[in-house]
Nanobody, 126 residues
Framework: QVQLVESGGGLVQAGGSLRLSCAAS????????MGWFRQAPGKEREFVAA???????TIYADSVKGRFTISRDNAKNTHLQMNSLKPEDTAVYYC????????????????????WGQGTQVTVSS
């Protein structure tokens, strides 16, 4: 089992920045791929960014490419640096984890992930 806790959400003006963090506990290892997703009211949960267990491979949704950066500093902590925020980035942000056989794997679909955090609210005002 892996437990995930997100932090760092809040209210920010358009053009501002936030840094989300996801702390993992339990059976963590370098072969756990991590991802960030978000869900706005009335919409489906959507992919934001993902990183492989090794940290060497990343992938981003087109809507955040060039503005958001995913990183991990060890097997337990994953971060999402969000710059140039827009009102349409407003959502509850979730981190997710999936054990993998190869530390270079990463995933972009909700169904790919096994463990989920409770989410942290990000609100961007115009």
């Amino acid at each position: 089992q892996v437990q995930l806790v997100e932090s760092g959400g809040g209210l920010v003006q358009a053009g501002g920045s936030l840094r989300l963090s996801c702390a993992a506990s339990g059976r963590t290892s370098s072969s756990i791929a991590m991802g960030w997703f978000r869900q706005a009211p009335g919409k489906e949960r959507e992919f934001v960014a993902a990183i492989s267990g090794s940290g060497g491979n990343t992938i981003y949704a087109d809507s955040v490419k060039g503005r958001f950066t995913i990183s991990r500093d060890n097997a337990k902590n994953t971060h999402l640096q969000m710059n140039s925020l827009k009102p349409e980035d407003t959502a509850v942000y979730y981190c997710a984890a999936r054990p993998t056989y190869w530390s270079g794997s990463y995933y972009s679909k909700v169904v790919d992930y096994t463990y989920w955090g409770q989410g942290t609210q990000v609100t961007v005002s115009s």
